[in-house]
């Protein structure tokens, strides 16, 4: 409990009396000082009991104590008081006076009590406070290690924390997502909290912050948890108050036992991720049964279900990168995708198996399951911020799109396999890098190999490389047609379209099927090219809509016709 006026006033040895201010006597009083100082203000912090005996105000000068006493009443002072006896023989009404419009408590110091004796009362009282707070700390800690050593770990360190804090406690994890709260209302609150919490773990452990929300009643700190350059999770605390001296080494030492928490699984989850990496490499191998054995009750269950091979890369993005990416690279997007990945698969108690592959992240998920459905809105996200068009949810709940354009995912790439199983692994990796290729070069976050399977091979031609190919190859022919001698390209488009029929192809273009035949004839001459050779007319037909303002026109070279 604060020391306050009151408690001066109350205390039996100091025989102090209320002249002004008795309303405002539960002021907490920080410290006593003596000051004869016209203007003692530079020299005040806010908080203390200014004693004076007006050696140098002259008291009974009402201007100059109005002055004086508004002055030092807006520094922060909290009482004056006033030694009866010593200049003066009683206390000015001059200064009564002015400390009554000031609302300033006002205290009259008998001569037999000195000044000194005030002092020593007051850190007496802020010493005892003190030694208070901080054995009501160190109790605090023994009580939340305890509850981390507890079966429910960190759920029951939280309930024990909002209850010496008399406000709620949650813990969120690497991802950002609320894993734990104390009371369980409190995960509403600390959900509303998400985009504070992401920006918070954007900057290096450890980190705090105040949030000043106008949708809550409570004052909430967020702590970062971890020692590394990423926060492993977050810590919030809110209360009706801010925190006192106590209630701050309670936080402190939640905070210290949560980051060996992290920190102990995080090096938990390094072993796990060695032995997943020697399945892994079994799997790509073609030992299904001695990755079943290496994997044990760890991944034997993610074995045992259709999964999917997810292959990520981190790419340059055009929007500048979070202090957290940079400071990690590239490793900072994949890290990120593989803490959602983690967190979502952790809530359901899937397994899931992710490895690091110099520049890449390699990761076994379970087809449908909660690590695909992060992957998939991870991804998702990541085009959104990128500004690029949000893909529907399809097929598994995975994030689709069309072919176009888009944006980079904001730093990240991702290509997901068709599900399989241990036998097909290798299989799967390679659908998993096909579909990585195109997400980069189409610039999307997330291909899955079935849509590119699925789809058109059209869009695969928008490459630059591509493009130069197919200008090269019909350059001649653009000449020709641009120098007014026919319109080859055009009508070495409609024969293709027909499959090679004349009638068909001469009829589409309004030309008599012997013009068609001349005209098929100069390009023969001109491309040094016969096309009789299928091949031929294969690379002719895929420059043609490499280089078409309609990449969805129906036909396909076939055989030649008449």
Same mark, same amino acid.
């Given at each position: 409990?604060?020391?306050?006026?009151?408690?001066?006033?109350?205390?039996?040895?100091? &025989?102090?009396?209320?002249?002004?201010?008795?309303?405002?006597?539960?002021?907490?009083?920080?410290?006593?000082?003596?000051?004869?100082?016209?203007?003692?203000?530079?020299?005040?912090?806010?908080?203390?009991?200014?004693?004076?005996?007006?050696? &140098?105000?002259?008291?009974?000068?009402?201007?100059?104590?109005?002055?004086?006493?508004?002055?030092?009443?807006? *520094?922060?002072?909290?009482?004056?008081?006033?030694?009866?006896?010593?200049?003066?023989?009683?206390?000015?009404?001059?200064?009564?006076? /002015?400390?009554?419009?000031?609302?300033?408590?006002?205290?009259?110091?008998?001569?037999?009590?000195?000044?000194?004796?005030? @002092?020593?009362?007051?850190?007496?009282?802020?010493? +005892?406070?003190?030694?208070?707070?901080?054995?009501?700390?160190?109790? =605090?800690?023994?009580?939340?290690?305890?509850?981390?050593?507890?079966?429910?770990?960190?759920?029951?360190?939280?309930?024990?924390?909002?209850?010496?804090?008399?406000?709620?406690?949650?813990?969120?994890? =690497?991802?950002?997502?609320?894993?734990?709260?104390?009371?369980?209302?409190?995960?509403?609150? +600390?959900?509303?909290?998400?985009?504070?919490?992401?920006?918070?773990?954007?900057?290096?452990?450890?980190?705090?912050?105040?949030?000043?929300?106008?949708?809550?009643?409570?004052?909430?700190?967020?702590? @970062?948890?971890?020692?590394?350059?990423?926060?492993?999770?977050?810590?919030?605390?809110?209360?009706?108050?801010?925190?006192?001296?106590?209630?701050?080494?309670?936080?402190?030492?939640?905070?210290?036992?949560?980051?060996?928490?992290?920190?102990?699984?995080?090096?938990?989850?390094?072993?796990?991720?060695?032995?997943?990496? =020697?399945?892994?490499?079994?799997?790509?191998?073609?030992?299904?049964?001695?990755?079943? =054995?290496?994997?044990? %009750?760890?991944?034997?269950?993610?074995?045992?279900?259709?999964?999917?091979?997810?292959?990520?890369?981190?790419?340059?993005?055009?929007?500048?990168? @979070?202090?957290?990416?940079?400071?990690?690279?590239?490793?900072?997007?994949?890290?990120?995708?593989?803490?959602?990945?983690?967190?979502?698969?952790?809530?359901?108690?899937? /397994?899931?198996?992710?490895?690091?592959?110099?520049? %890449?992240?390699?990761?076994?998920?379970?087809?449908?399951?909660?690590?695909?459905?992060?992957?998939?809105?991870?991804?998702?996200?990541?085009?959104?911020?990128?500004?690029?068009?949000?893909?529907?949810?399809?097929?598994?709940?995975?994030?689709?799109?069309?072919? $176009?354009?888009?944006?980079?995912?904001? $730093?990240?790439?991702?290509?997901?396999?068709?599900?399989?199983?241990?036998?097909?692994?290798?299989?799967?990796?390679?659908?998993?890098?096909?579909?990585?290729?195109?997400?980069?070069?189409?610039?999307?976050?997330?291909?899955?190999?079935?849509?590119?399977?699925?789809?058109?091979?059209?869009?695969?031609?928008?490459?630059?490389?591509?493009?130069?190919?197919?200008?090269?190859?019909?350059?001649?022919?653009?000449?020709?047609?641009?120098?007014? %001698?026919?319109?080859?390209?055009?009508?070495? %488009?409609?024969?293709?379209?027909?499959?090679?029929?004349?009638?068909?192809?001469?009829?589409?273009?309004?030309?008599?099927?012997?013009?068609?035949?001349?005209?098929?004839?100069?390009?023969?001459?001109?491309?040094?090219?016969?096309?009789?050779?299928?091949?031929?007319?294969?690379?002719?037909?895929?420059?043609?809509? +490499?280089?078409?303002?309609?990449?969805?026109?129906?036909? *396909?070279?076939?055989?030649?016709?008449?």
């Amino acid at each position: 409990m604060p020391h306050t006026l009151a408690s001066l006033v109350n205390h039996t040895a100091l &025989k102090l009396t209320v002249l002004a201010g008795e309303g405002r006597l539960d002021v907490p009083v920080r410290w006593a000082h003596a000051s004869e100082l016209i203007d003692p203000v530079p020299y005040m912090e806010g908080g203390e009991l200014l004693l004076i005996t007006a050696l &140098k105000l002259d008291a009974e000068d009402a201007e100059a104590t109005r002055r004086y006493v508004r002055r030092v009443a807006e *520094a922060g002072v909290v009482g004056l008081g006033f030694a009866v006896g010593v200049n003066y023989e009683g206390v000015p009404q001059a200064l009564v006076e /002015a400390a009554g419009e000031q609302g300033l408590p006002l205290l009259g110091v008998p001569r037999r009590t000195p000044f000194i004796a005030i @002092s020593k009362a007051v850190s007496a009282a802020v010493a +005892a406070d003190q030694y208070r707070a901080v054995t009501a700390g160190f109790e =605090a800690q023994r009580e939340l290690t305890r509850a981390a050593l507890s079966a429910e770990g960190p759920a029951e360190l939280l309930a024990r924390l909002a209850a010496h804090l008399d406000g709620w406690a949650a813990l969120y994890d =690497a991802s950002g997502a609320v894993v734990a709260a104390a009371p369980d209302w409190a995960a509403r609150r +600390a959900a509303r909290l998400a985009d504070d919490v992401g920006r918070l773990r954007e900057r290096p452990a450890p980190a705090s912050s105040v949030v000043s929300d106008t949708d809550g009643d409570d004052r909430v700190e967020l702590q @970062s948890l971890g020692t590394g350059r990423r926060a492993r999770g977050v810590l919030a605390v809110g209360t009706a108050a801010p925190l006192g001296t106590a209630e701050r080494y309670a936080v402190h030492s939640a905070v210290a036992l949560l980051t060996l928490t992290t920190e102990r699984s995080r090096a938990l989850q390094d072993a796990e991720q060695r032995l997943g990496a =020697a399945v892994l490499k079994m799997l790509l191998a073609g030992e299904p049964d001695h990755a079943r =054995a290496v994997a044990g %009750r760890l991944y034997g269950g993610l074995l045992d279900a259709p999964f999917r091979m997810v292959v990520a890369e981190a790419v340059a993005g055009e929007e500048p990168a @979070s202090p957290a990416a940079v400071g990690g690279g590239a490793s900072g997007v994949l890290d990120g995708l593989a803490d959602a990945m983690d967190s979502a698969a952790a809530r359901t108690g899937e /397994a899931v198996l992710a490895v690091p592959d110099g520049g %890449r992240l390699i990761v076994l998920v379970t087809d449908g399951g909660a690590a695909a459905e992060a992957c998939a809105a991870y991804a998702a996200a990541a085009e959104v911020r990128a500004g690029a068009r949000p893909r529907s949810r399809g097929r598994a709940g995975r994030a689709e799109g069309g072919n $176009g354009e888009g944006g980079n995912g904001e $730093g990240v790439a991702v290509g997901l396999s068709a599900p399989t199983g241990p036998t097909a692994a290798a299989n799967a990796y390679r659908q998993a890098e096909q579909a990585l290729s195109v997400a980069r070069r189409r610039g999307r976050a997330l291909v899955e190999h079935e849509d590119v399977a699925a789809g058109s091979v059209l869009p695969l031609l928008a490459d630059d490389a591509v493009r130069a190919f197919a200008d090269g190859l019909l350059r001649a022919l653009r000449e020709h047609d641009a120098r007014g %001698r026919g319109d080859l390209v055009a009508s070495l %488009r409609a024969w293709l379209a027909r499959h090679g029929q004349w009638d068909a192809a001469a009829a589409d273009l309004g030309v008599h099927r012997h013009t068609l035949r001349y005209r098929m004839r100069r390009v023969e001459e001109i491309l040094g090219r016969s096309l009789d050779d299928a091949d031929v007319r294969m690379e002719l037909w895929l420059a043609l809509k +490499a280089t078409s303002g309609a990449p969805g026109a129906s036909g *396909a070279p076939g055989v030649s016709g008449e």
